[in-house]
């Protein structure tokens, strides 16, 4: 619920009120389930807000990096040859500093589980079915854990649905969902959205609906950026003669 304050002074004649309106502030995170910067960005944007004792509308949005990958997935290892041209050795110093960066910000990755990369459009397709419910903020760090730090496959059903279980889904109930066309034809529109936005890279989060935040910055990043949110939209000028 918004909070209204009042302060009013003169100026030249005329009394101005300051009406200030402190009202959630409503935040989209782009995503993939598979992006090794997006939970380590969600783990700073979710410190920041709770440093600054603010209330949040907080969703996701989703991102596919591998859209057209097999089901079976493809091993770290292969992807980056392929995309990148790496050999073994640069690929495992990138490893040794992403886990470093990921610790700091709370967020454990175990690379001799997490061996492959997979196709995410059933997790996203999860994510979009739980805001139903209020539990994507709850399934998307169960995600982090799953894929992040076990290692599952994160496209196959059966893992999500056990996911899905331990959050109180009905199991069938959650089957019957993700196999549906409709809920496909809803992902749809919002990746239709995200795409129209000329996203290049994420994490990304919009802000209020009209701001693109990208990056997985730092704890301090963000408490300076929402800070400024805050104060923009909390204040409303009314001249009063």
């Not at 939970?39 to 944007?45: D, E, F, K, S, W």
């Not at 990096?65 to 995309?83: C, D, H, Q, T, V």
């Not at 994420?202 to 802000?207: D, E, H, K, Q, R």
Request: aromatic share 8%; charged share 20%.
């Amino acid at each position: 619920m918004a909070h209204r304050h009042q302060n009013v002074y003169r100026y030249q004649g005329t009394t101005i009120m300051n009406i200030l309106n402190t009202k959630k502030l409503k935040i989209e995170m782009v995503h993939d389930i598979v992006c090794s910067w997006c939970p380590i960005g969600y783990n700073n944007i979710k410190t920041a807000i709770n440093d600054l004792t603010i209330d949040v509308d907080f969703h996701f949005l989703p991102f596919e990096l591998n859209a057209n990958m097999a089901n079976i997935g493809e091993p770290i290892a292969s992807y980056f040859s392929r995309k990148m041209g790496w050999n073994e050795n640069k690929l495992h110093e990138y490893q040794r500093s992403l886990v470093a960066t990921a610790a700091k910000s709370g967020v454990s990755i175990d690379f001799s589980k997490r061996t492959h990369y997979y196709n995410t459009r059933n997790a996203h397709l999860l994510m979009h079915l739980v805001e139903r419910f209020d539990k994507q903020i709850e399934l998307n760090e169960a995600l982090i854990e799953t894929y992040f730090k076990d290692g599952q496959d994160i496209s196959n059903l059966t893992v999500l649905l056990n996911v899905a279980e331990k959050l109180g889904m009905n199991r069938q109930d959650t089957k019957e969902a993700l196999i549906s066309n409709h809920l496909n034809q809803e992902l749809e529109k919002k990746i239709s959205r995200v795409k129209a936005l000329n996203i290049s890279s994420i994490p990304g989060f919009i802000v209020n609906e009209n701001t693109l935040v990208s990056g997985s910055n730092s704890v301090k990043y963000f408490k300076d950026t929402l800070s400024d949110f805050i104060k923009e939209s909390s204040v409303t000028k009314v001249a009063v003669a």
